[in-house]
């Protein structure tokens, strides 16, 4: 029989994306999966700060429960300083990092980089054993930016530790809970009179471009056309104006604003027939994912994270060359309107190698392989 071990999870942003991994993850797992967790605010702070008050949670669990098997801490923490205040209760127990994002390539407002997060993300790579990213793109991109940026700090004396570093790179997909969905193709709602509903399921601040959404929609007002809006999503930290103008402009168009209930998005995601995007920033793409699972049509950049979340047979309908998204989206309202069918079945059925029943076993046999190589040490 397969080792089953006792996982302590440790999330420093407990919402959103991060939290859904989190109970996912210990829902479906083989392995006892206990989390300690801080709430989802201040996510800058959480990655500076939460160390401290993580490590009273972690110090406290151990004096309840006893020392686990091993720690997966998802990526918004400092780990190296995290396990630093717990050494005397978490001894040298094997560290998993899961890498939702990666401060080195995170867009700011200046476009320059946050050397004080990258450098601490940096050095929690230096204090894992394995580090998880969610997508090959989001792997690769940290390998090709890691050298230039260490490079460039005031003593380059950290480069000869790259190469160890690097070997601990590992692929791992955010799993999704798609065990709601039954057969997509006799599920679907009918296409509305209405028009197309179009889907955006993503944060309104600017990495995600929601101005190129609003020009888009304008473009097809101007040419007579007319869609559905559901409009999902966080406003996030620093929403864009675009979100308020797409609400003033589009009143008419739109049939549901966020934030919705598990259930309410749901039921969104069944009647959506098209999924958007136009972002300048994404390492995986969860609620493209699930939105495409339900059966919505995908326009997606050809680019970033989603080139591997599409396979090739439906990547030239899926995914627009730069620059074109308000063509893409045009493309996409008039075949919907024409066919009255979204997806094709075989591209929702696709998405099911993200489901937590293809994604648990995988990372629990991970999880096992490092406690057995720590065991023979």
């Not at 939105?291 to 995914?319: C, D």
Request: with cysteine; net charge negative; aromatic share 8%.
């Amino acid at each position: 029989m397969t080792q089953k071990l006792s996982v302590l999870l440790v999330e420093p942003w407990f919402g959103g994306s991060h939290r859904q991994w989190a109970e996912g993850y210990a829902a479906a797992s083989r392995h006892r999966v206990e989390i300690v967790s801080l709430p989802a605010v201040a996510w800058r702070w959480r990655l500076r700060g939460g160390a401290a008050p993580l490590a009273q949670k972690v110090e406290q669990y151990v004096a309840d429960h006893g020392r686990p098997d091993i720690v997966l801490v998802s990526g918004l923490v400092d780990v190296a300083q995290l396990f630093g205040l717990t050494r005397r209760s978490l001894g040298g127990l094997p560290v998993v990092i899961m890498q939702h994002e990666s401060q080195l390539l995170y867009p700011t407002p200046t476009g320059a980089v946050d050397t004080d997060s990258a450098l601490r993300n940096w050095q929690s790579w230096l204090a894992a054993d394995l580090v998880l990213f969610n997508s090959d793109y989001h792997r690769r991109a940290i390998e090709a930016a890691l050298p230039p940026f260490l490079a460039g700090q005031p003593e380059p004396d950290q480069l000869p530790m790259l190469e160890t570093v690097l070997g601990r790179f590992e692929t791992m997909p955010i799993g999704l809970d798609l065990a709601w969905l039954d057969d997509v193709a006799s599920t679907r709602t009918p296409l509305d009179p209405g028009g197309p509903t179009v889907l955006w399921p993503h944060r309104w601040e600017a990495d995600k471009s929601p101005e190129v959404f609003l020009g888009a929609l304008r473009r097809l007002r101007e040419s007579d056309r007319r869609v559905r809006l559901v409009l999902a999503g966080d406003t996030g930290a620093s929403p864009s104006t675009a979100r308020a103008a797409i609400l003033e402009e589009f009143d008419d168009w739109t049939v549901a604003v966020g934030p919705f209930s598990t259930g309410e998005y749901r039921s969104h995601l069944r009647r959506a027939d098209i999924v958007v995007s136009c972002a300048d920033h994404e390492f995986f793409g969860v609620g493209v994912a699930e939105a495409i699972a339900a059966g919505a049509s995908p326009v997606l950049p050809n680019r970033l994270a989603y080139p591997e979340l599409v396979e090739r047979p439906w990547r030239s309908e899926a995914l627009y060359p730069e620059r074109t998204f308000a063509s893409a989206l045009t493309a996409a309202v008039d075949r919907v309107s024409a066919t009255g069918h979204a997806v094709d079945d075989g591209l929702a059925r696709s998405m099911q190698r993200f489901s937590w029943s293809t994604i648990a076993p995988r990372l629990d046999a991970c999880l096992a392989g490092m406690v057995s190589r720590s065991d023979s040490v």
